[in-house]
């Protein structure tokens, strides 16, 4: 079973997208659920993550109030609103599920899908 991402492209400034992340075939279940990011040359680093059973949900804080993450239970899905997006946005984003907890970290997450590409153009 393989999370599978969904959503990305190219966007002008200002503009918005939503990604979607689920797993493709079999069963799979996680605690909780995250988005990172890695911009060209630079380290992955963290997005949001929700749990999956209460829907607590945590931010990077610079990314408050523009990125927004929620959950379809019943469809086993991930979601990751972004608006007002700014050139510094572009980078491949991934899923990332965990079986222990909630994690801003990405040792804190045992599956990782390919990743989505993010372009924001000005």
């Known amino acids: 079973v393989q999370l599978v991402e969904s959503g990305g492209g190219l966007v002008q400034v200002g503009g918005s997208l939503r990604l979607s992340c689920a797993p493709s075939?079999?069963?799979?279940?996680?605690?909780?659920r995250a988005w990172f990011r890695q911009a060209p040359g630079k380290e992955r680093e963290f997005v949001a993550a929700i749990s999956w059973t209460g829907g607590a949900t945590y931010y990077e804080k610079s990314l408050t109030g523009r990125f927004s993450i929620s959950r379809d239970n019943a469809k086993n899905t991930v979601y990751l609103q972004m608006n007002s997006l700014k050139p510094e946005d572009t980078g491949v984003y991934y899923c990332?599920?965990?079986?222990?907890?909630?994690?801003?970290?990405?040792?804190?997450?045992?599956?990782w899908g390919q990743g989505t590409q993010v372009t924001v153009s000005s």
């Open positions: 075939g079999g069963t799979f279940s996680s605690v909780a």
């Open positions: 990332a599920a965990s079986k222990r907890g909630l994690y801003s970290i990405s040792g804190g997450y045992d599956d």
